[in-house]
């Protein structure tokens, strides 16, 4: 089970997943104050073991807000394709990229495939490394905005110090 595999990667990474019947979040912070209440859900995995959902609330994932379980054990968080579909969006998985629109067509969040997962991270510092991982184009117009739009509508002066330094 993936969530619960140890990995490199940050506890405050989240996972889009196909094959998640709710969202998971593994990280209290990743939550709303004001949302988060108690509850008892008891999740089954795959391979027969259960773990207990301890809290549900509001999460904010770029320009998402969607509703998840706090899941401690979980090494990884899950946002579920399922569930995203049900709060309206569009998930689309093309040339190692999945964009999340919304009922409009804008996008809203993005995930880069990386060890066999498209991940998404809280962590400025993870845009950063999916930018090095993506080392294409050029300084032209065109290419920042496509860049842009896939690291979530990272903010233009950072994303073109960011992109500088690694063409420099």
Same mark, same amino acid.
């Given at each position: ?83 995203? @579909?049900?709060?309206?969006?569009? !998930? ?9 629109? /919304? =009922? $409009?067509?804008? &996008? ?14 809280? @962590?400025?510092?993870?845009?950063? !490394? ?9 300084? /032209? =117009? $065109?290419?920042? &905005? ?23």
């Amino acid at each position: 089970m993936v969530a619960l595999h140890r990995s490199a990667m940050s506890n405050r990474t989240w996972v889009i997943d196909s094959g998640a019947s709710h969202n998971y979040g593994n990280n209290l912070r990743d939550f709303r104050n004001d949302s988060v209440m108690e509850t008892n859900m008891i999740i089954k995995l795959e391979d027969k073991h259960q773990v207990q959902a301890k809290k549900k609330g509001v999460v904010r994932l770029g320009d998402v807000e969607i509703e998840a379980f706090f899941v401690p054990e979980f090494r990884l968080s899950l946002l579920s394709v399922g569930q995203l @579909d049900s709060y309206g969006y569009t !998930s689309t998985f093309k040339s190692g990229i999945c964009a999340v629109t /919304n =009922a $409009k067509g804008c &996008k809203v969040l993005s995930a880069i495939l990386k060890e066999g997962l498209y991940i998404i991270s809280t @962590d400025v510092s993870a845009h950063v !490394s999916e930018i090095r991982l993506l080392r294409t184009g050029t300084k /032209n =117009a $065109k290419t920042l &905005k496509i860049w842009h739009q896939r690291f979530t509508h990272l903010n233009y002066q950072v994303l073109k110090r960011i992109l500088n330094s690694l063409y420099n």
